[in-house]
């Protein structure tokens, strides 16, 4: 997908930067509405800077908050049309169980979520899958409708279907400067864009780019460590013997949840992974924090050694991705204040993928003036004090 070297077009309806998985369902939005689109990439496609790389995330109805829990049929049902479009598999339904004590509070906003989620104890759940162990005074929530999203193949087929209705994906063009006006002017390494409307989606590089135009978002990028668990005895392959996705939540040695999934990227490896990082320059990501890697490590060979027995202590393998987190860890999905054609989206704070497909439906809808279809009260950039910097 490297950028061509033919003269470019100059003009636009539309333009976002960064081609990860939201700015992409943005341009896959815009295109869908007709609007001549430039989606551009600072990086050469496929690239496993940001935070759309890797094989698969999970995806499910429970969230803790109404807001996303209200979202998620919108975006099941997204992911079926794009995998309708890609005539490809997207999506592989395993089943979700969250692991927490018993009685805690966001454990039941979780079960609220679902309706009517089932709860089960630790018997109920050794009975179902073998392979998770409950401790004393835990019980599991059952969410029937998770599952996996496999990420490099949702990411391919939303930017060739962009493409297939006429958008143009540029990729290996850097923005070096934003000229906010009724029609906005775009520089990169590769040429000069301009266009009446711009979405900027550049995950954890959105802060360097929004700073001269007056906004300070708090915006903190992070190092995850993506672990791989060898199984201590390789199961059957098959769609029966496949474990379910799971999160903790409430656990005292984890103050931050630990998530899951199924050996399904790498034959006998479970993913299991923290779901924190250390604080990181995303042009600095692959320098080590190595203290940090053995506690993350020893957190994680504890919880597997008393969850999940079936599997060595050690990680198999260790990759790395970048969260861009906000202090309340919600999106923002906004305009600029200042410039209302200049749409934002970002902060996925490590759960936006699931979304993407609402999330980039939301930012095309402001970035055409349009009611959004879910409410984006949640997400504004002024929910941040000091946000607001000196006029350009």
Same mark, same amino acid.
Request: aromatic share 8%; net charge negative; charged share 15%.
């Given at each position: 997908?490297?950028?061509?070297?033919?003269?470019?077009?100059?003009?636009?309806?539309? /333009?976002?930067?960064?081609?990860?998985?939201?700015?992409?369902?943005?341009?896959?939005?815009?295109?869908? *509405?007709? +609007?001549?689109?430039?989606?551009?990439?600072?990086?050469?496609?496929?690239?496993?800077?940001?935070? &759309? *790389?890797?094989?698969?995330?999970?995806?499910?109805?429970?969230?803790? !908050?109404?807001?996303?829990?209200?979202?998620?049929?919108?975006?099941?049902?997204?992911? !079926?049309?794009?995998?309708?479009?890609? &005539?490809?598999?997207?999506?592989?339904?395993?089943?979700?169980?969250?692991?927490?004590?018993?009685?805690?509070?966001?454990?039941?906003?979780?079960?609220? &979520?679902?309706?009517?989620?089932? /709860?089960?104890?630790?018997?109920?759940?050794?009975?179902?899958?073998?392979?998770?162990?409950?401790?004393?005074g835990e019980v599991a929530?059952?969410?029937?409708?998770?599952?996996?999203?496999?990420?490099?193949?949702?990411?391919?087929?939303? !930017? %060739?279907? $962009?493409?297939?209705?006429?958008?143009?994906?540029?990729?290996?063009? +850097?923005?070096?400067?934003?000229?906010?006006?009724?029609?906005?002017? /775009?520089?990169?390494?590769?040429?000069?864009?301009?266009?009446?409307?711009? @979405?900027?989606?550049?995950?954890?590089?959105?802060?360097?780019?929004?700073?001269? =135009?007056? =906004?300070?978002?708090?915006?903190?990028?992070?190092?995850?460590?993506?672990?791989?668990?060898?199984? +201590?005895?390789?199961?059957?392959?098959?769609? %029966?013997?496949?474990?379910?996705? $799971?999160?903790?939540?409430? =656990? #005292?040695?984890?103050?931050?949840?630990?998530?899951?999934?199924?050996?399904?990227?790498?034959?006998?490896?479970?993913?299991?992974?923290?779901?924190?990082?250390?604080?990181?320059?995303?042009?600095?990501?692959?320098?080590?924090? &190595?203290?940090?890697?053995? #506690?993350?490590?020893?957190?994680?060979?504890?919880? /597997?050694?008393?969850?999940?027995?079936? =599997?060595?202590?050690?990680?198999?393998?260790?990759?790395?991705?970048?969260?861009t987190n906000t202090p309340?860890?919600?999106?923002?999905? %906004?305009? *600029?204040? +200042?410039?209302?054609?200049?749409?934002?989206?970002?902060?996925?704070?490590? *759960?936006?993928?699931?979304?993407?497909?609402?999330?980039?439906?939301?930012?095309?809808?402001?970035?055409?003036?349009?009611?959004?279809?879910?409410?984006?009260?949640?997400?504004? @950039?002024?929910?941040?004090?000091?946000?607001? !910097?000196?006029?350009?």
């Amino acid at each position: 997908m490297a950028a061509l070297s033919q003269p470019h077009q100059a003009t636009y309806d539309a /333009i976002v930067i960064g081609a990860g998985i939201q700015g992409s369902f943005a341009a896959y939005h815009l295109a869908q *509405h007709h +609007k001549n689109t430039l989606l551009l990439e600072q990086f050469l496609l496929p690239h496993s800077r940001g935070s &759309s *790389h890797g094989q698969s995330r999970i995806t499910r109805s429970a969230y803790a !908050q109404a807001t996303y829990a209200r979202m998620m049929p919108d975006s099941f049902h997204l992911w !079926q049309r794009l995998e309708a479009e890609a &005539s490809t598999s997207l999506y592989r339904q395993t089943g979700l169980v969250i692991l927490g004590p018993a009685g805690n509070p966001e454990l039941e906003d979780y079960q609220h &979520s679902l309706g009517a989620g089932e /709860i089960l104890d630790a018997t109920m759940l050794a009975q179902r899958f073998p392979g998770l162990r409950l401790q004393a005074g835990e019980v599991a929530l059952w969410d029937g409708t998770g599952g996996v999203l496999f990420a490099d193949r949702a990411l391919r087929a939303v !930017q %060739d279907v $962009f493409c297939r209705h006429g958008g143009t994906l540029r990729d290996g063009e +850097k923005v070096l400067r934003i000229e906010p006006g009724a029609m906005l002017t /775009i520089t990169t390494t590769g040429g000069v864009y301009q266009a009446p409307r711009l @979405i900027i989606t550049a995950g954890a590089w959105t802060g360097a780019l929004v700073a001269p =135009l007056g =906004l300070h978002l708090p915006l903190q990028p992070l190092r995850v460590n993506v672990c791989y668990w060898r199984e +201590k005895v390789l199961g059957t392959p098959g769609v %029966d013997r496949v474990s379910p996705c $799971f999160l903790t939540l409430g =656990l #005292s040695q984890a103050p931050h949840s630990i998530y899951g999934l199924p050996a399904l990227e790498y034959p006998g490896l479970v993913k299991v992974c923290y779901h924190h990082g250390s604080p990181t320059d995303p042009e600095e990501r692959d320098q080590d924090p &190595s203290s940090y890697l053995r #506690s993350n490590i020893a957190l994680l060979s504890n919880f /597997i050694s008393s969850y999940l027995p079936g =599997l060595e202590p050690q990680p198999a393998l260790v990759e790395t991705c970048l969260y861009t987190n906000t202090p309340d860890e919600d999106f923002i999905l %906004d305009r *600029h204040p +200042k410039f209302s054609n200049i749409i934002i989206g970002a902060g996925f704070s490590g *759960h936006g993928f699931k979304l993407a497909p609402v999330v980039g439906k939301l930012l095309c809808q402001l970035s055409l003036g349009e009611e959004p279809s879910h409410s984006t009260a949640p997400f504004t @950039i002024t929910r941040f004090p000091g946000v607001l !910097q000196a006029a350009l």
